[in-house]
């Protein structure tokens, strides 16, 4: 996925509501591609500890369009998933693999352009 309403749509398909209930959060994970104009940027919030500072940040949950109470941690993982492979990489994997240039088959996927 390359877009927040994307991984947005998708977090709808998963728990109900509408996608605009998931766009804070989504666009959260995002939002260092301002900072760093590549798939790199992932780096600073696409890991275990950017799902737990996304969890202190917006709450551990808040409540859809549908009324059903959901789980923010749930949706960061969700999202990094979505960009990751299917894993959930730690920074200090993140810091190895962009500072060793080093490609791991999660890192592979954040290399594609998908826009």
Not at 33 to 57: C, L, N, P, T, Y
Request: with cysteine.
């Amino acid at each position: 996925m390359s877009h927040p309403v994307e991984h947005a749509k998708s977090a709808q398909r998963r728990w109900g509501g509408k996608w605009e209930d998931y766009i804070h959060l989504e666009e959260w994970f995002d939002e260092t591609k301002s900072w760093v104009g590549h798939s790199d940027h992932r780096m600073f919030r696409h890991h275990s500890e950017g799902i737990f500072e996304a969890e202190k940040i917006f709450g551990v949950s808040f409540v859809n369009s549908a009324g059903k109470t959901i789980y923010t941690r749930y949706v960061g993982e969700q999202h990094v998933k979505e960009d990751c492979n299917g894993y959930i990489p730690s920074a200090k994997e993140w810091v190895k693999a962009v500072s060793g240039n080093e490609h791991p088959l999660w890192r592979i996927k954040t290399l594609k352009i998908e826009d």
